[in-house]
T-cell receptor, first 113, second 114 residues
C-alpha cells in the first residue's frame, strides 16, 4: 500500500531557531514529492515540488531535500518566524493516469516568541 | 488573481438532506479533484476529473457524486449525507501540462452532518 509517513507529529520551537521535518514514503511508481504548508482552517499551499532527479530545492527560508534511493525527504526551516506556525504536509505524486497524490498526515509546527 | 473558490466555507446539515458544495477555478485548468481531510489522516481523494465530462472515483468515493459540465466548475454532491461525512473538504485544480505541475487548493469547506 502506498504510504507517506511524517515525523514528528508536532513540534514546538522558539522564534529564530531552525528545524527539520521528516518524510518517508513507500509510494510507487514515484513521480514527484511536494511539501505543502497548511495554515489552520485554510487550504494547503505549495512550498516545493521535486522530481526523482532533484535532491534539493529551496523556497526562501524553506529547503527541501530528497533521497529517492532511501525514499526519504526532509524540509528544513531556517530562522523560524511566528508566521511559520502551521501544518507541513509531505505529498507524493504517483505516476499513474489519474495523477493521484498521496498525503502524509502532516507535522504541526508551533513557533513561540 | 489565480484561485480556487469553494462555497460554502461552513455548513451544518441534517442526515439525509441533499447538499452541494461548489468549486470554481479561474486558471483554465483541466484537472480538478475533491479531497476530504480528517484528524490524524492525510487528505484523501474522493473524486477527480481529467477534463469536461470526464470524472472518476478516487480513494473514498462512497456517498459522493460529482459532475463536470464546465471546465471551471466541479461541484461535490452528497445525495444523502451521513454523520461519517462530517469532515473538512478541499477542492484542487492543476493544469494538464504535466504531472509535475502545481496543484492549487481552495480554502476548504467544513461540513458537519448531525
Amino acid at each position: 500500500k502506498n504510504q507517506v509517513e511524517q515525523s514528528p507529529q508536532s513540534l514546538i520551537i522558539l522564534e529564530g531557531k531552525n528545524c527539520t521535518l521528516q518524510c518517508n514514503y513507500t509510494v510507487s511508481p514515484f513521480s514527484n514529492l511536494r511539501w505543502y504548508k497548511q495554515d489552520t482552517g485554510r487550504g494547503p499551499v505549495s512550498l516545493t515540488i521535486m522530481t526523482f532527479s532533484e535532491n534539493t530545492k529551496s523556497n526562501g527560508r524553506y529547503t527541501a531535500t530528497l533521497d529517492a534511493d532511501t525514499k526519504q525527504s526532509s524540509l528544513h526551516i531556517t530562522a523560524s518566524q511566528l508566521s511559520d506556525s502551521a501544518s507541513y504536509i509531505c505529498v507524493v505524486s504517483v505516476d499513474t493516469g489519474r495523477r493521484a497524490l498521496t498525503f502524509g498526515s502532516g507535522t504541526r509546527l508551533q513557533v513561540q516568541p | 488573481e489565480a484561485q480556487v473558490t469553494q462555497n460554502p466555507r461552513y455548513l451544518i446539515t441534517v442526515t439525509g438532506k441533499k447538499l452541494t458544495v461548489t468549486c470554481s477555478q479561474n486558471m483554465n485548468h483541466e484537472y480538478m479533484s475533491w479531497y476530504r481531510q480528517d484528524p490524524g489522516l492525510g487528505l484523501r481523494q474522493i473524486y477527480y476529473s481529467m477534463n469536461v465530462e470526464v470524472t472518476d472515483k478516487g480513494d473514498v468515493p462512497e456517498g459522493y457524486k460529482v459532475s463536470r459540465k464546465e471546465k471551471r466548475n466541479f461541484p461535490l454532491i452528497l445525495e444523502s449525507p451521513s454523520p461519517n461525512q462530517t469532515s473538512l473538504y478541499f477542492c484542487a485544480s492543476s493544469s494538464r501540462a504535466g504531472i509535475n505541475t502545481e496543484a492549487f487548493f481552495g480554502q476548504g469547506t467544513r461540513l458537519t452532518v448531525v
